[in-house]
């Protein structure tokens, strides 16, 4: 008979596009999202593994809770890992279809009339439209819309209640990162934002209150592992790749030793390796 | 040189919520879904394996014909495991689009919307189901006998199709009637799963080919819960953990029987199924 193979850690990465551009964009195919630093650091650990990154760019916490069904209850992943609200904090007021349509990757170019539109006109008034908005958000209470960072928190509160009835999966809710430098001058109440969907999103978690489904955060650990002055985010919202790799490496962790508790998932303990980075130091 | 891999056996599990759910829902990770028991058993057999499910609450026969193509073309799966016909014999005369409606899993937390569902839209739907479910007791409850026709032209469309894909090992499942909890709310359904079962069998029996298959429940439940339908289905439609499993392990010894019948996919003799693949001039020389 042949060797027993062991089954794969299923792994979910759900988010905007954080969760899959790295911040030095057409780098070198080593510069890995932290999706796939989790899937080859569990490899490294000598442990099967299955990793589906989820990401669009702007994707908010309710498109994900709109798509659970699809992408959890025929998969039942073993781990899901939210890396919602960083997109629903980044603008004061101006609306997602018009941050959507103007910086849209998927227009066919072509077309002249298309062409003058969007270099004429969209682009004038998506420039006009951020730097009023940039203007309100330095002089005005930068978290006068809390509402809407409190509804992505129950979002995503209650996109954990319906994954917890696929088989109770570990649960990841990441921290948001605060702006780097680049992009402070255009959002200057994002750090604000970001501290009150931190705060909101943690409760969020407490009030779950199950062991299986935690807040991560992941600041500390960046100021930890990166080099002095180094920012995790040197394009402003995207982790560099570095900070993909330190992220990963601590989500790697905590899968593991959730992993070494479930029992479909326990490796014996001979055929254990340590947790290393697939990379070179 | 580093050792050759054998090909993983590719399976795709499509159906609604029966296939993804577990009549106890939030229990531990060991709690698997029939398919991820199937992947287990396989694992543990040393077979490698690739599953795909694809599960929806209260999805029909119909959409499944709609994405066959997406879903199938491109994977080419060894193995087709088609869980279809639950949904059909639910409802006596409440649509579709409403239930799903009613009872969506997907809605975000906005007060109006949490206000019209509470206090308008779970009333009316109630009313309605106690309407039908008096209509169900009264009238003839396979009066709709177009639905399980629908039903296999559907899943016959969906076989000729994946035949065309290298002829894949199909199963078409058994549909078992609800337990006690949804009895008093559909009265009629046993009555009509029990003509739904009869036409899936007989299209089985119709396409008469040997990788076409229909996989009994009935006969898991009669033996491994004594007949019990509390037991087998917990909440009253879906499978309990253990069912799902013992389904898991059956269907894991079928595939793995008709695999060994497959060059592509045997694990004996690995260089021999190798060297099948070769081009005839290679071999020759």
Known sequence: MSTALQLPIRVLVKGASTVVFVAEMGGPRSDFNFGRVIESDILTAGRPVEVRVDGLPSQVAKFS????????LGWSPDVVILHHGHYESIHFFLPRWLEKHANSTRWRPGGRLVTLYRKRVLRGVWLSSAKLQCRADRRLNSTLFRRKLLRVAADVERL??????????LVLVLEIVPPGRRWQSWMPGLAERTAVMNAALAAAVRRVDLPNVRFVRTVDVWSAELDAGEEPTPDGGHYSARA??????????????????QPHLRVPAGERRPVRSGFPA | MAKP?????????????????LGEMGGPRTDFGFPRALEEALLRDGRPVETRTFSLPSERTKTAVRRWEREMIGFSPDVVVLVYGHYETIHLFLPWWLERHVNSRTVPVRRWSTLYRTRLLRPCWMFLARLQARADKKLDPTIRRNRPALVVADLEKIITHTQELGSPLVF????????????SWFPGMAARIEVMNDAIEGLVKRLDLPNVRYFRIAELVDEHAGGELDIATPDGFHYSPTLHRIIGEQLAREVAAWADTQPHLQLTDLELTRSRRRPPSERAG
């Open chain 1, 65 to 72: 809770l709109r798509t659970w069904e699809r992408d959890v």
């Open chain 1, 160 to 169: 954990i209640g319906q994954l917890q009835t696929v088989g109770s999966p």
């Open chain 1, 244 to 261: 993909h790799r330190v992220l990963g490496g601590l989500l790697t962790r905590e899968i593991l030793a959730w992993a070494d508790t």
């Open chain 2, 5 to 21: 891999l054998p090909n993983p056996i590719r399976i795709l599990v499509k159906g609604a919520s029966t296939v993804g759910w």
């Open chain 2, 172 to 183: 078409l499942f058994e549909l078992i009637p609800p337990a006690t909890r949804y009895r």
